[in-house]
Nanobody, 119 residues
Framework: QVQLVESGGGLVQAGGSLRLSCAASGSISSFNAMEWYRQVPGKERELVARIRSSGSIVSIYYADSVKGRFTISRANAKNTLSLQMNSLKPEDTAMYCC??????????WGQGTQVTVSS
């Protein structure tokens, strides 16, 4: 079973940038999709971005709230998933978790990294 460890969170001022990384204990090349979620206490977990590979076809999804500001990428050779976050807003404050979804649609989760954006 793959283990995922996120890093890169922290405190940043509005308008700033952070780059989150998710390191996997094993190969991520076999996973159908790699995802970033975020959650604020008392609210539902939100899918922020997804990168899905099907053969040579790669598709990317962004939540409307982050389009144009966040960029998801995956490096299979390094078993890492990244999320570049620019123009951060206070409403981006959340715990960010990465997830790997296998062909059986099972998700494996990391513990998360906290992102706090001050106004």
């Amino acid at each position: 079973q793959v283990q995922l460890v996120e890093s890169g969170g922290g405190l940043v001022q509005a308008g700033g940038s952070l780059r989150l990384s998710c390191a996997a204990s094993g190969s991520i090349s076999s996973f159908n999709a790699m995802e970033w979620y975020r959650q604020v206490p008392g609210k539902e977990r939100e899918l922020v971005a997804r990168i899905r590979s099907s053969g040579s076809i790669v598709s990317i999804y962004y939540a409307d709230s982050v389009k144009g500001r966040f960029t998801i990428s995956r490096a299979n050779a390094k078993n890492t998933l990244s999320l570049q976050m620019n123009s951060l807003k206070p409403e981006d404050t959340a715990m960010y978790c990465c997830a790997a979804r296998d062909r059986g649609d099972t998700r494996y989760w990391g513990q998360g990294t906290q992102v706090t954006v001050s106004s």
